[in-house]
């Protein structure tokens, strides 16, 4: 392969981990492509100047820095996960540490010759490991405020490894510019647009009008398209736009008249995407990986979102918008991703927590009161014992100052995987919750032992 082809393959398989999707499938259609030098135009490649010169040999370092994370090398055998990340670069403004805009986990299992892609909601309500609970797009921003080992796309693979249960090898972490910047050197892409959207491109005083049918969006637009988020389904609306957007890059890529002019273009578009592109994969371990992925035919590529039927729609304890994933519901999605034919063997068998509910209950380490409200005495003893034995932490036990005919939980500090376990385990409705946020608060939740536990409970 020629000087210019590897620079090709290079700035590709960049553009691959943005697009993700790519990765999976455009790469094989020009791996398929023999091209001749008498196919780029060789005045085009002279003119390119100094941006020309790529050090193509040095293909064994990482594309990030000495501080980030290490990788789970991958043995080129068996299956291969990898994090890819986008920054929320409205947080430029504030020329502080981003959140993650979008995440996705794109996995490859060579024996099997599967691959699948699932995304993850920015606002979904995860365990951050060392910070409790949050948005899953605040992981990035912690690990990098708070120096944490590995910097925000360690946090970020611990979070979404502790999330979803399986092992991530690798990440890959985009910014913005470079995918707009992308767009505009293959000179935009066509959308056939739903309906009529307003979109936001980066940068204040530019909404643009987007109405329906075909039309060329060139970067800052097609990059704000598929990022909206104020349609109906918000965030689930945009996993559809985006993969729109993605096939339309697909399309202009594999276009008859668009090879020479990436061929040509290589450099530069290689020069300008290694700045925004950090990842602890090498160059040499990307070529491995979409080589392998260039072999998974389109109909073994499993493509999955957490959608509204995966999560339940709430607020955080101080009142943002948050999705509580439903665990079960998760994994389910995660299996199919993750193949049941998968030589690692079906998600979630990993060590380690593994979506299961009582596991995530745990996780929480909620300190928890249990008040007797009854007039029936060593209820709240009886109750504590048992609760200790379904894994619980009581931290204090006594009377409570009034009495109740119904069990009442108060939540202090926002535990929601040990709320829905007590929930069930009491069977308490709806009207019987209270949510005050109190962070001084010294419990977590508080339970207050009604009369229908005293008379029917599950103790035994």
């Known amino acids: 392969m020629t000087p210019v082809m590897w620079g090709l393959l290079a700035a590709f398989l960049l553009t691959a981990m943005i697009t993700t999707y ?3 499938i455009t790469v094989r259609e020009i791996a398929r492509t023999r091209m001749s030098p008498d196919t780029v135009p060789q005045a085009e490649l002279e003119d ?7 050090n193509l040999f040095d293909l064994d370092n990482p594309l990030q820095g000495e501080e980030g994370p290490a990788p789970v090398t991958w043995d080129g055998a068996n299956r291969v996960t990898v994090l890819v990340m986008g920054l929320d670069f409205r947080d430029w403004e504030d020329e502080g540490p981003s959140r993650t805009d979008t995440m996705m986990v794109m996995t490859m299992d060579v024996k099997t010759n599967t691959a699948g892609i699932m995304s993850l909601p920015r606002d ?3 365990n951050i490991p060392g910070y409790g609970y949050g948005k899953i797009n605040t992981a990035y921003y912690l690990g990098e405020v708070y120096d944490e080992p590995g910097g925000g796309p360690g946090l970020a693979i611990a979070t979404v490894e502790e999330f979803l249960g399986v092992p991530i090898n690798y990440y890959t972490q985009v910014d913005f510019s470079a995918f707009e910047r992308f767009i505009d050197e293959i000179g935009g892409i066509e959308i056939d647009v739903p309906q009529e959207i307003q979109v936001d491109p980066i940068g204040p005083g530019n909404t643009v009008l987007l109405e329906v049918g075909p039309q060329i969006l060139d970067g800052p637009t097609a990059l704000a398209y598929a990022r909206n988020r104020d349609t109906a389904g918000s965030d689930f609306d945009r996993a559809t736009r985006q993969q729109q957007v993605i096939m339309a890059i697909r399309r202009r890529i594999l276009s008859l008249d668009m090879l020479p002019t990436l061929a040509s273009k290589a450099a530069v578009l290689y020069n300008e995407l290694s700045a925004g592109v950090h990842s602890n994969l090498s160059l040499q371990e990307i070529i491995q990986i979409a080589w392998f992925a260039s072999q998974v035919p389109p109909e073994n590529i499993t493509r999955r979102g957490i959608g509204p039927d995966q999560v339940t729609f709430s607020y955080s304890p101080d009142g943002l918008d948050i999705l509580i994933p439903d665990t079960d519901a998760v994994r389910q999605m995660r299996d199919e991703v993750f193949s049941q034919n998968s030589s690692v063997g079906p998600a979630g068998t990993e060590e380690g927590v593994t979506g299961d509910p009582e596991d995530m209950m745990q996780a929480e380490l909620a300190n928890i009161s249990v008040l007797n409200a009854t007039m029936s005495p060593g209820l709240a003893a009886q109750t504590t014992d048992y609760l200790s034995t379904q894994g619980l932490n009581v931290v204090y036990t006594g ?3 009034e009495l109740t005919a119904n069990t009442v939980i108060i939540d202090y500090t926002g535990k929601p995987y040990t709320i829905q376990y007590l929930i069930n385990l009491f069977d ?7 949510s005050r946020y109190d962070p001084n608060s010294q419990v977590d939740i508080a339970i207050l032992l009604g009369d229908d536990w005293a008379n029917n409970n599950s103790m035994p």
């Open 22 to 24: 790519l990765t999976f």
């Open 428 to 434: 308490i409705q709806e009207s019987s919750i209270y």
């Open 399 to 401: 009377n409570a100052t």
């Open 124 to 126: 979904l309500w995860v």
């Open 48 to 54: 390119t100047g100094p941006a020309q010169k790529i």
